[in-house]
Nanobody, 124 residues
Framework: QVQLVESGGGLVQAGGSLRLSCEAS????????MGWFRQAPGKEREFVAS????????YYADSVKGRFTISRHNAKNTVYLQMNSLKPEDTAVYYC?????????????????WGQGTQVTVSS
């Protein structure tokens, strides 16, 4: 099994920044993809960003492109989401997820393992 633990959420004013972290433990895969998703109250969960573990290829949702940056530290089995210029519409529970396959994707069904989520609240 794989365990994913997110941290770094909180309350921030519009225009501010936060950095989320997600540490993976347990069974390891070679060449897997990590992703961030979010779910706002009353809305469906949506893709935010993803990164391949070996190649470092990145893919972003249009809504966060230019403001969010996904990165990873392989030795620490950790993926990060740096969020800048935050907006009230970024308020959501943010989830880290792992896809055992190396192909980068935004498709939620491709991700087999999920963290418990961390709350991000952006005040106006």
């Amino acid at each position: 099994q794989v365990q994913l633990v997110e941290s770094g959420g909180g309350l921030v004013q519009a225009g501010g920044s936060l950095r989320l972290s997600c540490e993976a433990s347990g069974r390891t895969f070679s060449g897997y993809t990590m992703g961030w998703f979010r779910q706002a109250p009353g809305k469906e969960r949506e893709f935010v960003a993803s990164i391949t573990w070996r190649g470092g290829n990145r893919y972003y949702a249009d809504s966060v492109k230019g403001r969010f940056t996904i990165s990873r530290h392989n030795a620490k089995n950790t993926v990060y989401l740096q969020m800048n210029s935050l907006k009230p519409e970024d308020t959501a529970v943010y989830y880290c997820a792992l896809d055992p396959n190396p192909t980068i994707t935004s498709r939620e069904g491709a991700y087999d393992y999920w963290g418990q989520g961390t709350q991000v609240t952006v005040s106006s």
